[in-house]
């Protein structure tokens, strides 16, 4: 009972977590390059949502202050404004990584990485 | 792609998507939001015209040479607000001591450099999600033939 | 005014690389000619600023005047200001170098790019140095890993793009589990400043041992991914020998060195010696950095391409780093700081001279060395300079950090590491001599052994000889800047 309410208590810690494992897991063992830089973004997710659920405040209010109720209680904001400049981060990575999947493709006709090691093995053993 | 119905409605919405990324920008030090959404709004209003009239026609409305100035402009002048900071207290990016007017807190002109810097970053995010989206496409269409 | 010049060079570094394209309609040699003056400027006020702080101590620099307690802070100390120096000077460098050897690898409307990219480069590696902020640090690593990659693809051959890519995956997994790090370490002290936050941690790190371990950990491969320490370098050869001879070396003698000075401040500044020990990293670091030097040198014998020795070659040296600071006392610090600043010099004198080979005789092959040092005397002699200081021959600055590094593991009675450090050494003597010896005492197919007059570009001539003095030139004179990184380590140890 007691790992159960434990468990409860930390659930998005543990979300957080998987999700970064599950996006590793992704970037390490696929071999298809797409489903890499998804990998890539499920990680990012992962680590976002562990650092902004660290500002999490019980019962708090989104931090706009508001003149008119006086002293509320706010959640930290720094946390999920650290997280804006994390995701605009995320966001160039994916944007760069899919154009050189373009490249990769126009080049070798797969996007594949299996296979792209073949075609390279192939030239360096006509070479 | 060639479709009345496509056409017709985005030249109905576009114009309020830009407005409403405009208010999102406007808006950024008094409620949620700011450069970087209001930025990505009004850079996909262009995205919808580029996929609706394509390419050439989106180029004429927002060609290289614009978006060189815009992306890099956009950097500027934050560099810009931010030397006004050293010039007067001595602190690169000095809000409120460095003379930029405080306003009354929750109207819209207020929180000093804030909304500058927001339209600053706003030009850029909205360039460089236009330039982004032809660059890919270009790319595309030049690799094909 | 000193106080302002950290940040100064940053916005002029930035806003150059954003007026490139506005100078490059105008002509290439503008270009040039902005960049060298930009250069030049940011590397007189680094030095003044490095006098500075010699004569009145390190000092912080508050962005927006905020309290250190939540804004950005710069902390600008004797080592920041000396490895700024080094990052500015060694970059000048290779830029002067450049300027010529990128005709000979990127396309002509790739100039302007080259040259944007390589500014924000160098924007960001002194702001990973100076800045004090844990999560600032993460961004400036960004945008290092983004530009990193594109100056690696910009070349648009097949491999680069393959090279590029594994690189950009790598170094994400490496970003991500940094920011993991801080975000641990966020959760434990309420700080993303690294002086509050080592303070906190002092007091709480018995209540919370589990967070710091694990985010430890997820610092240290983070950062281990990015500086290509042993276990985590397979996207090293591909990416340093696929790019434009002028990125290898920017990548192979300082971008590197940048991530072990991230992870030098997380060790030491924000963790603590103490806490370090209590944990039992020190072993791992020295098990880590021994395997390295003895593997990376292994496979630097089996290459047949230059640059990817050279490569290889720099894991081995990467490994002789972290060996100093696995030492965790005053001399292997400062064997590890020096050998950075030696390996850099010696590092960029191998690919730019490497890059002289290929630019003049499309030369990549090691076996095809033979007798072209009567054909390009000065910078095979200045090849061989650096690969003589990689072997550790008395006389170069590769031999000082070597006998740095054997008396710091001789004081830590560590006798084992000394046999790693001496084969390693002899293993780097036999992938370095057979060229050296081929390019002087073989006969070329020509069978002519005349000497020749060397018909590289001056630009790309001058950064190499510079390089060249300045190996030998700290090998005899090493106190010169023996004394900046003694005080350094007094600072990091204090």
Known sequence: MEVLKQIIENINYIGALALFVIGLYTVVTHSNLIKRIIGINIMGTGVFYFFVSIGNVVGGNPPIVDLDNGNLIYINPLPSGLILTGIVVVVSITVYSLSLVVRIYETYGTIDQDEIAKIIDQETFDD | MDDIILRTISRLIIPFIEIYGVFIILHGHVSPGGGFSGGAILGTSLILYTLVFGVEKAQKKFSHKVSDIAESGGILWFILIGLVGIFVTGYFLTNINAGFPIGEPGLLLSAGMIPLLMIGIGIKVASTMITLFHTVIEEAHHGSA | ?????????????????????????????????????????????????????????????????????????????????????????????????????????????????????????????????????????????????????????????????????????????????????????????????????????????????????????????????????????????????????????????????????????????????????????????????????????????????????????????????????????????????FHIVSHGMMKAALFLSAGAFIFLRNQRAINGFNGLGYQMPISMAVFSIAGLGMIGIPGTSGFISKFNLGVAILDANQWFLLVILIMSGVLNAMYYLPIMINAFLKDNPEKNRVMQFEKLPKVMLVPIVVLGLMIVLVGLFPNSIMSYIEAAVAMLLA
């Open chain 3, 1 to 337: 005014m000193i106080e302002q010049l950290p940040i100064l060079n940053l916005v002029l570094l930035l806003t150059t690389a954003l007026m490139i394209p506005f100078t490059q309609k105008i002509s290439f040699k503008t270009t040039k000619l902005v960049g060298f003056t930009v250069l030049l400027t940011v590397l007189v006020s680094t030095l003044f600023i490095l006098l500075h702080v010699q004569s009145e101590g390190a000092f912080y620099y508050h962005l927006g005047g905020y309290p250190s307690t939540i804004g950005i802070e710069f902390y600008v100390s004797i080592l920041s200001a000396f490895f700024t120096l080094f990052v500015i000077a060694l970059g000048t460098l290779i830029y002067v170098y450049s300027t010529r050897d990128i005709e000979h690898d990127v396309y002509a409307q790739d100039y302007g790019r080259y040259y944007t990219l390589l500014f924000i480069l160098l924007f960001s590696m002194l702001g990973i140095v100076y800045t004090n902020d844990l999560f600032n640090t993460y961004v400036f690593m960004e945008i290092l890993s983004i530009t990193t990659c594109s100056i690696i693809s910009i070349k648009r051959s097949k491999k680069n793009y393959t090279a590029a890519f594994r690189y950009l995956m790598l170094n994400e997994v490496g970003s991500l589990s940094y920011l993991f790090g801080v975000a641990l370490i966020y959760m434990v002290t309420g700080y993303l400043n690294i002086d509050l936050a080592a303070e906190s941690i002092q007091q709480v790190w018995h209540l919370y041992p589990a967070n710091i371990v694990i985010a430890l950990g997820f610092m240290i491969i983070g950062v281990s991914i990015k500086a290509a320490i042993f276990p985590f370098h397979i996207w090293l050869p591909d990416a340093h020998s696929t790019a434009p001879s002028a990125s290898s070396a920017l990548l192979s003698s300082i971008v590197v060195k940048v991530y072990i000075i991230i992870m030098i401040k997380v060790l030491l500044r924000l963790i603590g010696i103490d806490i370090l020990e209590a944990l039992n990293i020190p072993v791992f670091l020295t098990i880590i950095a021994a395997s390295g030097m003895l593997i990376g040198s292994i496979f630097a014998l089996g290459q047949k391409d230059l640059k990817r020795m050279l490569g290889y070659s720099s894991i081995a040296q990467i490994g002789y780093i972290v060996l100093g600071i696995s030492l965790m006392s005053s001399l292997g610090l400062t064997a590890a700081l």
